[in-house]
Each structure stands twice: as structure tokens, then as C-alpha cells.
């Protein structure tokens, strides 16, 4: 805790012990600052779909991009929608100093740096300070993830929101028990 009333203390998330560099799959979400939604809006017709900003298609690009700064990263499936992006990544065996952290700071500060240069944002921060992770931990998973991000859109319509413009559902990732690589 801290003495001063205004400065939050923020919980750390990361799953204890785990090293984030192991080849695996791992699911991500990075919000926008203050989940403002400025990457796009998600339209209604034979299905719902993002259509994207510029903002949001530079965002897209850098993404689908990682693989080339990332040799060892593979996009398995992801989506940008108008206040986060979800990615569903996958670490390869003998990627040279890979790691989760590592990948998403190069990330964010490029899609941050293209949007700059490109006149798309202001010095306002483009992201939130910190990122959602999960280290997927069986076949069954990896499939429920992947719908979940294909069917976002839809789910995106059919939510309502908070004040804060957080969505009222919450994923169930289905409590998979099973083993992780510890590290120590």
C-alpha cells in the first residue's frame, strides 16, 4: 500500500514462478488508455465486424507484424477491436531472447511510434500501463480461445457496458489445471 491517497498500488498478475520466455501459447489483451475507443467500431451485417480506424489499422499492422521482428513468435489468431486487442501468440522453441514482457513493450512502443509519426496520436498515452496474460495450458483452451476471439465482435454487440466501458461479461477460461514449466 501507499500513504499517498491518489497513487494506486497495482496488483501484479503474472503467474508466480512461470517463465515467460517458455515456447508455448499464450493469450494476451492490451487495452487502449483509458479503454477510449479509438481503434475502430464494430458494425452489424451478415456478421458483426471491426471496421477499422487508421489508428486501428496501424495497430493491426504492427501486430500481424511481430513475426518479422520476433523470428521465434507466430500469431496464431488475434483481433483489433475499438478499445483492446486480443492476441493468441505462440513462442517457438529456440527463439533468441523471446519473451512475453519483451514482445509486448516492442509492440506497444511501435504501434505507438507508427500512430506518432503518422499524425494519428497525440503525446497522450496510446495504451494502458499494463497488459492481461494468459499462459494457455491445454488443447481444449487453445480452442476456446480461439473462438472467443473469433466470435468478439458479436459478443462485442451483444454486451453492455459499465461506466468505464467494461464489458459486464467475463471470459471463463474453464479452470484447466493442467501442468506449466516452473522455473526455480
Known amino acids: ?73 507466430e500469431i496464431d489468431t488475434a483481433i483489433t477491436m475499438p478499445n483492446h486487442v486480443h492476441i493468441l501468440m505462440e513462442l517457438k522453441e529456440g527463439g533468441e531472447n523471446l519473451s512475453i514482457p519483451k514482445i509486448m513493450n516492442a509492440f506497444k512502443s511501435i504501434a505507438t511510434r507508427n500512430a506518432r509519426a503518422s499524425c494519428l496520436s497525440s503525446e497522450e498515452a496510446l495504451w494502458q500501463r499494463n497488459y492481461f496474460e494468459h499462459v494457455v495450458r491445454s488443447d481444449r483452451a487453445l480452442e476456446r480461445l480461439r473462438t472467443y476471439i473469433g466470435e468478439n465482435p458479436e459478443r462485442w454487440l451483444a454486451c453492455s457496458f459499465d461506466e468505464d466501458g467494461e464489458f459486464l461479461e467475463k471470459l471463463n477460461l474453464g479452470g484447466e489445471k493442467d501442468r506449466v514449466k516452473v522455473t526455480g
Open 1 to 73: 500500500m501507499t500513504d499517498h491517497p491518489r497513487i494506486e498500488t497495482r496488483k501484479n498478475i503474472r503467474l508466480k514462478g512461470y517463465d515467460y520466455s517458455c515456447p508455448g501459447y499464450y493469450f494476451l489483451t492490451i487495452c487502449s488508455h483509458r479503454k477510449r475507443h479509438v481503434f475502430g467500431c464494430v458494425r452489424s451485417g451478415v456478421y458483426a465486424y471491426v471496421e477499422l480506424f487508421p489508428l486501428g489499422k496501424i495497430v493491426d499492422d504492427t501486430m500481424w507484424s511481430l513475426h518479422k521482428l520476433f523470428p521465434g513468435v
